[in-house]
């Protein structure tokens, strides 16, 4: 059998077309605003998310921090979901570099309960951390934020003059399975990521929007933290490219992970745990998932285990055939033969 890779949407590589945008591109020097694909790139990030200004950063996690050091900072605090990629994925760049203190809230899957959030929230004293801002996720591990719970988040955090961050790495699978517009997610933040280097094929690069204050300190932070590129049309050129022709295609990630998934919840031996847009967790009750993941690598399936469950992401590098092939080798697969 043919190898698989279903460990993440980052893996996937770029398509001729697109290296044609990328070897096609005119650059200039970024750091002096010359680089006319670039801007055509932020022009088109200020359009879909209804913000003043966009930037392109080198990755989700700088894209974060950029926030977490502008909305945050030093003493300050950040409500966040403890399933939230900054604190799961980033190193503790929260506050080993924005020296903002992380407060995990109640959440389920990383969906805040924005009913328990305002006991969170500290009286301002000058002794106290002061609750600066909330992070969102959308999607997180797959699933879509509710966009009435997004709605009630920034009510309160207007109420308590905080700010919101909405990591939104994968948020057009979000966009593309509820039809809500990137612009009416972005209404509930004041500001918003989306990674163009996930589902949408680019070889690397986020994109950061809010309004022209915070754009401007996020250029000059990204300029601190090394982040002030020169000729990054080429990389921008594959971000223009994604942006016109990948979005829809998402969908066909969300189709195939739902062929995956109905194949795993066919079987005796494993149970689904999550599952959304084009992310899959399943684990099982009998038998040691990590010899399990093992086995399926092993075979050609590549996943990852994670908290005790298997994870699955389909990406641009599936299709809908291997999606099927793939469902095909969970329904006959033997969980005995990792004790083989």
Request: aromatic fraction near 8%.
């Amino acid at each position: 059998m043919k190898r698989y890779d279903l460990r993440s949407d980052t893996i996937t590589l770029q398509t001729p077309q697109m290296r044609e945008a990328m070897y096609r591109a005119e650059v200039g020097d970024d750091v002096y605003g010359e680089d006319k694909t670039v801007n055509r790139l932020e022009a088109m990030a200020r359009e879909l998310t209804g913000k003043e200004e966009s930037l392109f950063v080198s990755s989700g996690c700088m894209g974060n921090l950029l926030s977490l050091m502008i909305y945050g900072g030093r003493g300050n605090e950040v409500l966040c979901a403890n399933e939230s990629h900054i604190i799961q994925h980033e190193i503790g760049a929260v506050s080993a570099i924005a020296n903002t203190i992380p407060i995990i809230v109640p959440s389920v899957n990383g969906i805040i309960d924005e009913t328990k959030l305002e006991s969170f929230i500290r009286p301002y004293s000058y002794d106290m951390g002061k609750s600066a801002m909330i992070e969102v996720e959308n999607t997180t591990s797959g699933l879509i934020y509710p966009i009435e719970k997004m709605k009630a988040i920034k009510e309160i955090a207007e109420r308590h003059n905080m700010k919101v961050h909405l990591d939104g790495a994968r948020i057009f699978n979000a966009v593309v399975e509820s039809g809500i517009e990137l612009s009416e997610y972005a209404k509930y933040c004041d500001d918003i990521t989306f990674c163009l280097s996930k589902g949408l094929g680019c070889p690397v690069g986020s994109m950061l929007s809010g309004d022209k204050e915070f754009i401007h300190l996020a250029k000059r932070y990204r300029k601190m933290l090394g982040g002030g590129m020169r000729q990054i049309g080429y990389l921008a050129a594959a971000g223009i490219y994604a942006l016109e022709n990948h979005v829809e295609r998402l969908k066909e990630d969300h189709e195939n992970c739902k062929l995956i998934r109905d194949a795993v919840a066919s079987t005796s031996w494993a149970r689904v745990l999550t599952y959304g847009t084009n992310i899959l967790f399943f684990t099982s009750d009998s038998y040691d998932i990590s010899k399990i993941v093992k086995k399926f690598n092993d075979d050609g399936v590549m996943v990852l285990c994670e908290c005790n469950a298997c994870r699955v992401v389909t990406n641009i590098g599936i299709s809908q055939k291997d999606a099927q092939e793939i469902a095909n080798y969970i329904k006959s697969f033997d969980p005995e033969s990792i004790n083989g």
